[in-house]
């Protein structure tokens, strides 16, 4: 007989990644819920984050992408291309609904968004950052993979630059079943 998941793990299952659209700027807004939350994901913002500024995101960059449930968006996060390297893109405001914390669901949100950026974006590198006092984001991006590359000071708090490379595409298992279909399709 099979274990049961675990109420964690059930609950990452059930959450859609999708695309952001315009009509989710309120929600979103609506996922930073004090100013740490904010001082956090965006520190040159004004607490509470209005939804306007979360349209202008969506807008300027659309890049946006959530998971939601069916009680709404439970998480935010945005892959951004890196204009000095087209190989890499950044992973940026990210948000995770307060009372969802500690489920898995920014591990979660981080997966989906590294499947985008290597499998639809081409990418061979993602970066991303945190505050060193957002310990808890630290840990999620290092279960992701990524490593510290680097520490700079933004407002006089260091924040720590993370990268994750992707393997080579040539041994990559879509690169490997394409290979093996025109191998066998050559045989036939």
């Not at 049961?4 to 929600?27: G, K, L, M, N, Y």
């Amino acid at each position: 007989m099979a274990a049961e998941p675990s109420v964690s793990q059930h609950s990452i299952r059930r959450h859609r990644f999708r695309r952001a659209t315009a009509t989710d700027a309120a929600a979103v807004a609506e996922l930073v819920a004090s100013p740490d939350d904010l001082r956090q994901v965006s520190p040159l913002e004004t607490f509470p984050l209005e939804t306007a500024t979360v349209m202008h995101w969506l807008l300027q960059r659309n890049a946006g992408h959530v998971l939601e449930d069916r009680d709404g968006i439970v998480a935010y996060g945005e892959l951004v291309p890196d204009d000095s390297r087209r190989d890499r893109v950044w992973i940026g405001h990210m948000i995770v609904h307060p009372r969802r914390r500690g489920l898995g669901l920014g591990q979660r949100l981080v997966q989906e968004l590294l499947r985008v950026a290597e499998h639809e974006r081409q990418a061979r590198e993602v970066a991303i950052s945190a505050f060193e006092d957002n310990t808890r984001a630290l840990r999620c991006y290092e279960g992701c993979g990524f490593r510290r590359v680097d520490r700079e000071k933004v407002n006089g708090r260091p924040l720590v630059g993370m990268r994750l490379r992707f393997r080579s595409r040539a041994g990559s298992p879509d690169r490997m079943t394409l290979l093996m279909t025109g191998l066998v399709a050559a045989t036939i």
